[in-house]
């Protein structure tokens, strides 16, 4: 009986020595009440500590029990609460005769504070012997004028009938009536939450009764008012009709919580499409109420949990603009979960209206100051809007120029992300090439940011195919560059600025002025003339900062648009020659400009090389090199934008978990209908070994038993082994304890302790094992991040009759896989870059290994890892010596994981290189660092 005692936590306020038990003894008979209040802490503290203090008793119950303190009472009760109340034989000490008369006195107390507290600890008492004298008194407590001793006898009644039901066998008849004239809502609560508990139909009865009042009840009644209607309607499906008017009518309380709990119930009882509705209503106008950022983000995610369920997720596409309302929270994290459970809802139907809506906060975020994180927002609403007009080409056409004005965009990534969307809609729509076109010339010369510059030349390269479009493109760019030639510009610029400084000198100008007094004064100063020079071209600004990859990208879109405008069949040839000599000159130029000192960091070997070719191309045009550059290019465009877009699907496909295991046209087979001779022999050997487990997956049996680790030796007293079942957050130990000894063990005890993110969640309890007997424990621990973590320990016990200490077992230590709470994700290019230049943690694994193929050694690690590779398998494909690939995934957290995988294989055929692992926190990226370190070795071992 003491293994199911329920102690109070207490901690030792004071570090000191103990006192005897004689010290205590005069304390508590002769000390004032403060001393008095610290010797009882000591005797509580000592008592949890396992001291047996049997003195101690009458003591308390002569001198400490009639003192007329609250706090000194309270201390009391929890000293009852850990004193043994038994005798060595087993029988009640004659001592608690004399506590319950005093716990019966304490029940007529005229302060309710008195009154509540003995009845809170009688809540804790497992005693029936104690706690029958007193029924009596706690019934009477049901009538107290205070709500206070009230809601605590109810209480009392409820845990009391609970554990045993002959002290008080008509409780459930009790609390009815006592619902029928209780006004205090925590009371009526209580009682309620009994009956549920002690007599469900009556607890039913009750709120037939009331069932029109339901909407004006206290919002803790109705609480429990919509958990009971839960219960019920799922075990008896007649009752739903009975009470789902009840729900709809509480989906309109002014409780936030009480509308969730509402609407979670209205989905378990119905999935009409009327009541999703009503369920979609009711959580997004939570979200849009409630201020807590983590209440809109738990929402969201019932939300996203709805669309999950293909027959919701129509329903949900009718009120998605309502959805959109959510946009309005400042939180940048809702925002971004909203967005994507809004584009998962776009439909045909509703495409048009959630594109305006999204430009509407597009035009917002320009002068939207009081937004926090308004760039990060912009992005998000550009990606959005790129995704709708990627799945809806219709509505594309009104999207694109909106879009293009953001090109200018302070903010790169923003920018980035509409020009790729341009690319993209340059080659899935063709009738709109046109005017996105000029929309895009005339946006050019406005592009701050070098990247979005490049990826913008190389749409004018690929997409200008008229003679007029291709003059136009080609004047745009030298418009960007200024005048030429750049070198023998920029220096006359920076001799005419010298000649300006030190011809340019103050003058003494006097001039004669009329004072107010009518008298004449002379005022002189010094004046400078100030010449302002225009501001440099963008493109010209970026070559003089050293950015060569610019002009790379400059001089394959001018050797583009020049060798289609000779191939043009309108075109003169003084007209091809002019366009071919322009091309050429701006490449010269930028050669001679990176040759010099002017540019800070001067040309690269790679870029001048590039623009050599382009010149060499121009210079002398062959078949080839033309195919390459007019045909080539575009069709590795269109090859990486089918690849991305397998990409997405099979990501989306893999986190939604759809696998068609049925064909649509597989056939069905009725074996009612068919004749013992139209069966074979296989069929009905194949259900026998169904029917009896044999033909059970092996891998799944395998994978289970790698969860089982063996926590001590065969020859130990006591052998225990542990199955690990990890869920998300929760991790549920399954321990297997065996005495492997004929003496019956005491007090056994299964200690754990954790290192890392981990905690335990439960106080170990003592059990008792027979000779040769066994038992299972179990254990839960909570997970707060992706780390490798350890949990360790040891298991005591006590021998029966042997008088030495505490025997110990010191168990092995259970490792947590990191793997457990890693999956393969889904990220852009774009996306990758941002976020592994933001990320602050590296992790840098050297490569040691024998596998003989770098591709081999790429799927080892994706395996091991349990991350996706984003590279594509055409960049993948051929033999080559070497190898580069990014490797991405998240965790159950919402961490985010990046690899880059760089690696070549020398003459001899040694696989070598690095792996960089980078992540926002510091666990994440050690532990995968361990794991491939530690999978390598196995990797290599394996191939061998």
Same mark, same amino acid.
């Given at each position: ?46 008592? /949890? ?81 104690? #706690? ?274 953001? #090109? ?100 003494? &100008? ?28 963008? #493109? ?50 930028? /050669? ?67 696998? &068609? ?62 199955? &690990? ?175 880059? /995988? ?43």
């Amino acid at each position: 009986m003491a293994s199911d005692q329920c102690y109070t936590l207490v901690t030792d306020p004071d570090d000191g020595d103990m006192p005897t038990e004689k010290q205590l003894r005069q304390d508590l008979e002769n000390g004032s009440l403060a001393i008095k209040l610290k010797s009882m802490k000591k005797v509580i503290y000592m008592l /949890l500590q396992g001291e047996k203090l049997p003195s101690l008793l009458m003591t308390v119950i002569r001198f400490v029990m009639p003192v007329d303190d609250h706090d000194l009472k309270k201390l009391v009760l929890i000293f009852w609460e850990v004193m043994p109340k038994y005798s060595a034989d087993g029988k009640l000490l004659h001592e608690m005769i004399l506590v319950c008369d005093a716990y019966r006195k304490d029940l007529l107390h005229p302060n309710e504070y008195v009154r509540g507290s003995v009845l809170r600890f009688l809540c804790k008492l497992k005693e029936p012997e104690l #706690l029958e004298p007193l029924m009596p008194s706690i019934q009477e407590c049901l009538n107290h004028r205070h709500s206070y001793v009230r809601r605590n006898a109810v209480l009392a009644i409820y845990t009391i009938y609970k554990n045993f039901h002959d002290l008080i066998p008509d409780a459930p008849e009790l609390m009815q009536n006592y619902l029928e004239q209780e006004q205090d809502a925590s009371c009526k609560r209580n009682a309620f939450m009994m009956l549920i508990a002690a007599d469900q139909q009556r607890a039913l009865d009750y709120l037939s009764t009331c069932i029109d009042q339901v909407q004006s009840f206290n919002e803790i009644l109705q609480l429990v008012i919509v958990e009971l209607i839960n219960k019920v309607c799922r075990s008896d499906v007649a009752q739903r009709a009975r009470f789902i008017r009840v729900v709809y009518n509480l989906l309109d309380s002014t409780s936030g919580a009480v509308r969730y709990e509402a609407a979670g119930t209205l989905l378990t009882l119905s999935a009409a499409a009327a009541a999703v509705t009503a369920a979609a209503r009711c959580y997004t106008d939570l979200i849009i109420k409630e201020a807590d950022n983590n209440v809109k983000l738990i929402v969201l995610d019932r939300l996203m949990s709805l669309k999950a369920n293909p027959q919701h997720e129509r329903v949900l596409q009718n009120i998605v603009m309502d959805i959109l309302r959510v946009l309005a929270a400042p939180d940048l994290s809702v925002r971004r979960k909203t967005l994507d459970l809004a584009l998962d809802l776009v439909s045909s139907r509703n495409a048009a209206e959630v594109v305006a809506f999204l430009k509407k906060e597009l035009a917002k975020t320009n002068s939207a100051e009081e937004f926090e994180k308004t760039a990060e927002y912009r992005q998000l609403l550009v990606r959005a809007l790129h995704s709708c007009g990627v799945k809806f080409p219709d509505i594309a056409a009104t999207i694109v120029p909106q879009l293009m004005e953001f #090109l200018s965009d302070a903010s790169a990534n923003s920018a980035m992300d509409v020009i790729l969307f341009v690319r993209e809609a340059f080659e899935r729509l063709p009738a709109l090439r046109s005017e996105m076109l000029t929309n895009l010339l005339q946006n050019f010369t406005q592009i701050k940011a070098a990247r979005v510059s490049r990826a913008t030349l190389w749409i004018m390269g690929e997409y200008a195919h008229s003679d007029a479009d291709i003059t136009a493109a080609i004047n745009e760019i030298r418009a960007g560059l200024g005048a030429l030639p750049l070198l023998d510009t920029e220096i006359r610029d920076i001799a005419s600025k010298e000649e300006e400084a030190t011809a340019e000198e103050p003058k003494l &100008v006097t001039k004669t002025r009329i004072t107010a007094d009518g008298t004449y004064a002379t005022e002189s100063a010094y004046t400078v003339t100030s010449t302002n020079k225009a501001e440099k071209p963008i #493109l010209r600004k970026l070559l003089l900062e050293g950015d060569f990859f610019l002009a790379t990208s400059i001089a394959v879109a001018l050797a583009k648009l020049a060798l289609r405008f000779s191939s043009s069949s309108t075109a003169t040839p003084q007209q091809k020659n002019s366009i071919k000599g322009q091309a050429m000159l701006v490449m010269a130029s930028m /050669l001679h400009l990176g040759r010099s000192t002017i540019p800070s960091p001067p040309i690269d070997n790679n870029s001048y090389d590039r623009i050599m070719v382009c010149l060499r191309v121009l210079a002398e045009p062959s078949e080839e090199t033309t195919q390459i550059f007019l045909k080539h290019c575009h069709e590795a465009l269109v090859q990486m934008l089918d690849t991305l877009k397998e990409m997405k699907s099979q990501a989306k496909a893999d986190s939604r978990g759809q696998t &068609v295991e049925v064909q649509a046209d597989d056939q069905i087979t009725f074996r009612a209908l068919r004749s013992k001779e139209e069966a074979t022999e296989d069929e009905f050997e194949t259900n026998l070994k169904q029917a009896t487990g044999v033909d059970e997956d092996k891998s799944a049996i395998t994978s289970r038993l790698s969860k089982v680790f063996q926590l001590s030796g065969f020859s130990d007293p006591v052998y225990a082994e542990a199955y &690990v079942n990890v869920h998300q957050y929760d991790i549920m130990l399954d321990v297997l304890v065996v005495n492997q000894t004929g003496d019956t063990l005491q007090n056994l005890t299964l200690e754990l302790a954790t290192l890392g993110d981990l905690k335990l969640t439960e106080k170990p309890t003592s059990y008792t094992l027979a000779g040769h007997d066994f038992c299972s424990i179990t254990a839960n621990v909570k997970v707060s991040s992706t780390e490798t973590g350890i949990i360790f320990g040891n298991i005591v016990y006590d021998v029966t009759g042997s008088t030495s200490d505490r025997n110990v077992v010191v168990l092995n230590d259970i490792h947590i896989d990191i793997m457990d709470y890693i999956t393969p994700a889904y990220c852009t290019d774009l996306e990758y870059r941002s976020m592994w230049a933001e990320f602050e943690w590296e992790n840098k694994v050297a490569v040691r290994t024998s596998i003989s193929t770098l591709r081999g050694f790429l799927d080892h690690l994706i395996k091991t890892t349990n991350m996706r590779c984003l590279t594509p398998d055409s960049a993948l494909e051929g033999e080559c010596d070497f190898l580069a690939a990014n490797l991405y995934a998240r965790s159950v957290f919402g961490e985010d994981a990046l690899a880059n /995988l760089s690696i070549e294989r020398d003459a001899s055929g040694q696989i070598s290189g690095h792996i960089r692992i980078r992540s926002k926190t510091q666990g994440i990226a050690l532990s995968l660092g361990d794991k491939i370190t530690l999978n390598q070795k196995e990797g290599s071992a394996s191939e061998q």
